[in-house]
């Protein structure tokens, strides 16, 4: 009898995760499946078979040039990672072996900065940019990107780093390894999976950001965030277009983020069930 | 040997020499059906400008004009063109953000423009940018429906025919709404229709004085009558559609009438995408024998921020994008009906144009009856049909957009909205220092 009840649970359990997860994909299907309809057939309502056409990805294409802007994504949302990565390692390795008394209050203070909307700072921000030349610069972007996101990519490694036992340090420290040595050969080793779901997240984060990646570029270095917002139109209903470049541009991040959710899913839950 | 020597170095030198000369310019612009017709033709450009190179940067509206305005506000020189639209032009001319253009060639025939475009274009007689394409608004209507309805769509139509027809084509049955109007907040999308509508009922932003006029009787005649117009004939949820959501609507054979931008006119007419293409009728925006009609007028321009350091490459090539040229250009590549209309007089004197959209006519009389600088049937201190030229518009527009559109979807009453748009008026006007 408890068997059965379990069995029953179970399949009632999965048959409503499947429901959940078909909800929050819905959309991004229905993205997928416009983007094979023409123009007309986008715009007569709701139906879930395309005629198939791929002329909107044709046309997308001759429209705008999809490499030079999904390059950009590749660079800065690699790129952000790796300079983030850099400096929240070493950061979160203070944090989380050396704590302070102010060091609870100085991560409240990171997250604190993710709290403000970003359009409070466009003005002084977009003013620095003009004013050092990187308007429209990869370099310049990275950086920004790597400092918006820089405070989860440290909470996260603190989060990690905390579960590993502070004795591994100690005894490597006793055999003489310098504090980089024990950073490099013995920490960053035993935190790969931490460090590798960070990254992860952190790429997804800066592939998406749609804010300033917009308002700080204009040819050079703009990513597909800007490449779907040239499709959006105030006069004129080309969805299936929207819909192609929409597709185009989450299709490099969703594979990805498949091939990787093992260590997705452990990076977001890491912690959860201490 | 050395002569080939010589030879490959002087040409490689050359090449050079050229490359390092070729300016490029970067053009900001939005994804309308015409702007992107231009970017495919821009080859024509470029092979009589061989030393200019054009960049484009397509963004979505509201995101476009927040990013030219940051650009231009602190002088990024980002852009070299910019797309702007005839609220912006008078605010930044004033502002000297704009350069004037009087190098637009000699054959480019400025007069040429339609006098009511250029005057939104111009501060001091000077103009600050050229017209792309031009537009008002008029009604659109389902001939066989108003045959149905046993009507006939007079030319100039008054609100009261308007209400009378929308009453008869109703047929929710058959999924047939009267009449589709903007309902979605936005001072460039509800209030682009409310306030030319208004501006048809006597009402007015402000009086002489730059004092808020939400609280006097045309208002509430306005809203109330708009109100009631589109809970009795018009579409369901219409407080979330704007020109778009409305376009599909009419497409798909879903309205009865629609009142918009005449750009629409070249889409409900393609036998493409529109359902009901062979069955549209067109007319003036209605009036209420008050002497101003509902209609708007709006031009997407072209502008050259003061900004820039290309000011001369970037003026030959909004020469050439808004010249009669590029005119013929359109339509020898795609026909007369792809031309960007609404900004010269000659193309409505073309025999041909006129053949190939039989909307050209009503555009431009509609056009021609809107009055961007006596817009209101009482006087007001202010520039624009469908908006109000100062900086706090856009702002205050949106927030009573707002206020309108939760009244049209039964969130509060007329007279509430009408109240609470006084009082966020009263205080922006305050707070400009337009009122004590």
Redesign the interface.
């Known amino acids: 009898m408890a068997r059965a009840v379990t069995t029953q649970h179970k399949t009632i359990a999965t048959a409503a995760a499947w429901i959940v997860a078909l909800l929050i994909f819905f959309p991004i299907l229905y993205t997928i499946i416009t983007s094979f309809k023409s123009?007309?057939e986008a715009?007569?309502?709701f139906a879930l078979i395309p005629s198939g056409t791929f002329e909107s990805y044709s046309e997308v294409q001759q429209?705008?040039g999809y490499f030079k802007f999904f390059f950009n994504s590749v660079l800065l949302s690699v790129g952000s990672t790796i300079l983030a990565l850099l400096i929240a390692v070493p950061a979160a390795w203070s944090m989380a072996f050396s704590p302070t008394k102010r060091t609870k209050d100085i991560l409240m203070w990171m997250l604190s900065t993710k709290m403000m909307p970003a359009v409070a700072v466009?003005?002084p921000i977009?003013?620095i940019f003009?004013d050092t030349g990187l308007?429209?610069s990869r370099i310049g972007l990275m950086v920004m990107l790597m400092l918006i996101n820089l405070p989860i990519v440290v909470w996260m490694l603190y989060t990690y780093f905390r579960e590993i036992p502070g004795e591994i340090l100690e005894a490597a420290r006793m055999d003489g390894a310098s504090l980089w040595k024990e950073i490099i050969y013995v920490l960053t080793p035993m935190a790969v999976p931490g460090i590798a779901s960070t990254m992860l997240l952190n790429i997804i984060l800066a592939w998406n950001e749609a804010f300033w990646t917009?308002?700080l570029t204009?040819?050079n270095a703009?990513p597909l965030t800007?490449f779907i917002?040239?499709?959006?139109?105030?006069?004129?209903?080309?969805w299936a277009k929207l819909s192609a470049a929409s597709t185009l541009a989450i299709a490099p991040i969703l594979i990805m983020g498949w091939f990787s959710q093992k260590q997705l899913v452990r990076g977001l839950t890491f912690g959860a069930v201490k | 040997m050395k002569l080939r020597t010589l030879t490959l170095g002087l040409l490689s030198a050359s090449a050079l020499a050229f490359a390092a000369h070729a300016e490029s310019i970067?053009i900001?612009t939005?994804?309308?059906?015409d702007m992107?017709r231009m970017?495919?033709l821009t080859d024509d450009f470029t092979k009589a400008n061989p030393d200019i190179q054009l960049?484009?940067?397509?963004?979505?509206?509201n995101?476009l004009r927040?990013?030219v305005t940051?650009d231009i506000a602190?002088?990024?020189?980002?852009?070299d063109v910019m797309t702007i639209g005839t609220y912006e032009v008078p605010i930044w001319a004033k502002q000297s953000w704009l350069l004037p253009l009087d190098k637009l060639g000699d054959d480019y025939d400025v007069k040429d423009i339609i006098p009511a475009i250029a005057g939104g274009l111009s501060v001091d007689g000077k103009l600050y940018a050229a017209p792309f394409y031009g537009e008002s608004s008029f009604v659109m209507y389902r001939k066989d429906l108003m045959e149905k309805a046993g009507l006939k769509m007079p030319d100039a139509p008054t609100w009261d025919f308007i209400k009378q027809a929308a009453d008869k084509m109703t047929d929710r049955a058959n999924g047939v709404n009267g009449v589709c109007l903007r309902g979605k907040a936005g001072w460039?999308e509800n209030m682009a229709f409310l306030t030319a509508m208004s501006n048809s009922f006597g009402a007015r932003w402000f009086d002489e004085n730059w004092k808020p006029q939400f609280d006097q009787p045309e208002w509430k005649n306005t809203l109330q009558f708009y109100v009631d117009l589109m809970k009795a004939d018009g579409p369901e949820g219409a407080s979330s559609n704007g020109?778009?959501e409305n376009?599909?609507l009419f497409?798909?054979g879903k309205c009865g009438m629609w009142i918009d931008?005449t750009?629409?006119a070249s889409?409900v007419s393609d036998p493409?995408?529109s359902q009901v293409a062979d069955k549209v009728g067109y007319a003036l925006a209605p009036d209420n024998g008050l002497g101003k009609r509902g209609n708007w007028l709006w031009a997407w321009s072209l502008a050259i921020p003061a900004g820039t350091q290309k000011a001369d490459a970037a003026e030959k090539f909004v020469s050439w994008a808004t010249s009669k040229h590029y005119a013929e250009l359109v339509a020898s590549k795609e026909g007369w009906a792809n031309v960007p209309p609404g900004t010269r007089s000659s193309l409505y004197a073309n025999a041909e144009y006129q053949k190939a959209a039989p909307f050209a006519k009503m555009t431009l009389d509609s056009i021609n009856a809107a009055d961007p600088t006596h817009p209101t049937v009482k006087p007001v201190p202010y520039v624009g049909v469908q908006f109000v030229a100062i900086p706090e518009f856009q702002g205050l527009g949106t927030t009573v957009g707002q206020l309108f559109s939760a009244a049209l979807a039964g969130q509060s009453s007329v007279d509430d909205a009408l109240k609470q748009a006084q009082d966020a008026a009263t205080a922006a006007m305050t707070e400009g220092g337009y009122i004590k």
């Open positions: 123009e007309q715009i007569q309502g429209q705008s466009l003005f977009y003013l003009r308007l429209d917009i308002r204009t040819t703009a800007a917002s040239s499709f959006s139109s105030p006069q004129g209903l080309f | 970067t900001a939005v994804n309308n059906g992107v970017q495919k960049n484009w940067v397509t963004l979505e509206e995101v927040e990013r940051t602190t002088k990024g020189g980002q852009y460039g020109f778009n376009l599909a497409q798909q931008a750009v629409a889409f493409k995408a």
